[in-house]
């Protein structure tokens, strides 16, 4: 079956700007953003799969955020917050028999809890929460 070199009449084509096939998509980094956050809320209840696919979608995704410096700072923000978390619950769950575990894993879900909220307040007030160097400074 031959198919027609023209589209059929009332069909809409694609067509993409130069490079674009270069580019793994093109989303909005603030809504990108904004999309991690909820993960990261969605992790303090259902633990492993959003924090999971939150650091995947912040690591594949770190060439569309780097367009946008308050994105990119907020990415960075993500990924220590949630690394950081991961490996205090992971030491308090393998400290759980020896009785010691809920005194790591409760202030380590607490502080969580906050660097998610502080990091999604300062977002949606559009500043910055914090530069590759370290946590962001007044002058």
């Given at each position: 079956m031959d198919l027609p070199e023209q589209p059929v009449s009332g069909s809409a084509t694609l067509e993409f700007p130069s490079g674009a096939a270069d580019t793994p998509s093109r989303t909005n980094p603030r809504r990108l953003a904004w999309w991690c956050y909820g993960l990261q809320a969605a992790g303090l209840l259902l633990y492993i799969i959003p924090i999971w696919l939150e650091?995947?979608?912040?690591?594949?995704?770190?060439?569309?955020?780097a367009v946008d410096p308050l994105s990119e700072s907020h990415r960075y923000w993500r990924v220590r917050t949630t690394l950081m978390f991961l490996i205090w619950s992971?030491?308090?769950?393998?400290?759980?028999?020896?009785?010691?575990?809920?005194?790591?894993l409760i202030p380590a879900i607490v502080w969580y809890a906050l660097r998610v909220a502080y990091g999604a307040?300062?977002?949606?007030?559009?500043?910055?929460?914090?530069?590759?160097a370290g946590p962001a400074r007044s002058a």
């Open positions: 650091v995947y979608i912040d690591t594949r995704r770190a060439r569309e955020v992971i030491l308090g769950g393998l400290t759980l028999p020896f009785g010691i575990g809920w005194l790591i307040q300062r977002f949606a007030r559009g500043l910055p929460v914090g530069t590759p």
